[in-house]
Nanobody, 125 residues
Framework: QVQLVESGGGLVQAGGSLRLSCSVS????????MAWFRRAPGNDREFVSV????????YYADSVKGRFAISRDNAKATMSLQMNNMKPEDTAVYYC??????????????????WGQGTQVTVSS
């Protein structure tokens, strides 16, 4: 059974930084596209970023482009999201997800079969 565990959430002031990590066990990590989604109170879950299984291509939501950076370590079966210059609107529960997707579906949560439990990120103004 594939398990994803997020860590690194917390409270940060606007302009600050946090680094989220996602550890994957029970599956073939290097064969998965790995993504981050988030859900703010009262909102639907939204795409944040994805890194392809080969690690060579990544995509970002416009709202985080230039501030967030996704990375992965296939040897350690982990993925990270470095979040800089954070804003109050980044406040949400962040989820990591694993799956295999074609390019056109990478931003769609339905493309991912495995999900973590989520980690809370709160940005104070």
């Amino acid at each position: 059974q594939v398990q994803l565990v997020e860590s690194g959430g917390g409270l940060v002031q606007a302009g600050g930084s946090l680094r989220l990590s996602c550890s994957v066990s029970g599956g073939s990590f290097r064969n998965y596209d790995m993504a981050w989604f988030r859900r703010a109170p009262g909102n639907d879950r939204e795409f944040v970023s994805v890194i392809r299984r080969n690690g060579g291509t990544s995509y970002y939501a416009d709202s985080v482009k230039g501030r967030f950076a996704i990375s992965r370590d296939n040897a350690k079966a982990t993925m990270s999201l470095q979040m800089n210059n954070m804003k109050p609107e980044d406040t949400a529960v962040y989820y990591c997800a694993a799956g295999t997707a074609i390019t056109s579906t990478l931003r769609n949560s339905n493309a991912y079969a495995h999900w973590g439990q989520g980690t809370q990120v709160t940005v104070s103004s």
